[in-house]
């Protein structure tokens, strides 16, 4: 990406011209992701396992004046990966920055955890992302962006058994620094991850009170969970302009958890 010479907010972060993927975009965080993209200015290929949810996230996208297409893809399966991609492409002439929001997670203890649990877990959240950042590369122009969306059990703990869930995010962490090192001299792409603590979404919802008010909000320095924009922002500022000189990072967004 060249040199940035307009500073003005609306140059520095909008994304104009590029085409967005968004995996795990049928809820939660993907859709928030989905949403800022667009408003961004970017067109967004919304990807996940449950259309019917992606189809509201498009009616959403396309009631503001934005622009996305929905396209099913389980991404543990290479095949489909690649085949989301070549649906982008053909619907709306290319990729240029890829969301890896897609992730599953269980609580099981780990003396009771089979390997097919723990494998299922590993291969959306790692692997699915490889595949998806594979595929995606294959086509991307020099300037495009990766954003690994990692979590903040990748760097510390929250008193629940999910052995799968935090070795799958924090091998998001290494994979992000390796490809990286391999496509940013190469091929021009920037690939980051994000990191995020607790937010409001479908998932909180479901946590016990007790949980939340014994184990989690003691370790919130902000005294609450975040809410969606504050982390799609985060995402918009990595995939423009702005982000431009940044690579191999993971930038935690977490309200103060993982420093207690």
């Known amino acids: 990406m060249p040199a940035q010479t307009d500073l003005s907010p609306e140059a520095l972060f909008r994304l104009d011209g590029r085409v967005a993927v968004v995996t795990g975009a049928s809820s939660g965080l993907g859709v928030a992701f989905a949403r800022a993209f667009a408003a961004a200015g970017a067109r967004v290929v919304v990807a996940a396992r449950r259309t019917a949810l992606l189809d509201r996230t498009v009616a959403d996208i396309e009631g503001a004046g934005g622009e996305a297409i929905a396209v099913r893809a389980d991404v543990s399966d290479p095949g489909q990966c690649r085949a989301a991609v070549e649906h982008a492409c053909d619907r709306l002439g290319g990729v240029d920055i890829l969301v890896n929001n897609a992730g599953v997670g269980t609580a099981v203890p780990a003396t009771r955890e089979t390997p097919e649990e723990f494998r299922s877990v590993v291969d959306v959240n790692l692997s699915g992302a490889y595949w998806m950042a594979q595929a995606c590369a294959t086509v991307m122009p020099a300037g495009s962006s990766i954003i690994n969306i990692s979590s903040v059990l990748a760097l510390t703990t929250a008193a629940l058994p999910q052995a799968a869930y935090t070795a799958s995010k924090a091998g998001l962490i290494g994979l992000t620094r390796d490809l990286a090192q391999q496509w940013g001299p190469r091929k021009g792409i920037r690939v980051n991850a994000i990191a995020p603590g607790f937010f409001e979404t479908e998932m909180t919802e479901q946590y016990h009170p007790d949980y939340v008010d014994t184990v989690l909000a003691p ?42």
Request: charged share 10%; aromatic share 8%; hydrophobic share 50%.
């Open 219 to 260: 370790r919130l320095l902000l005294g609450r969970f975040g809410v969606p924009a504050e982390i799609a922002g985060v995402g918009v500022w990595l995939a423009s302009s702005s982000g431009g000189f940044v690579t191999g990072q993971t930038i935690v967004v977490d309200g103060g958890m993982s420093i207690t």
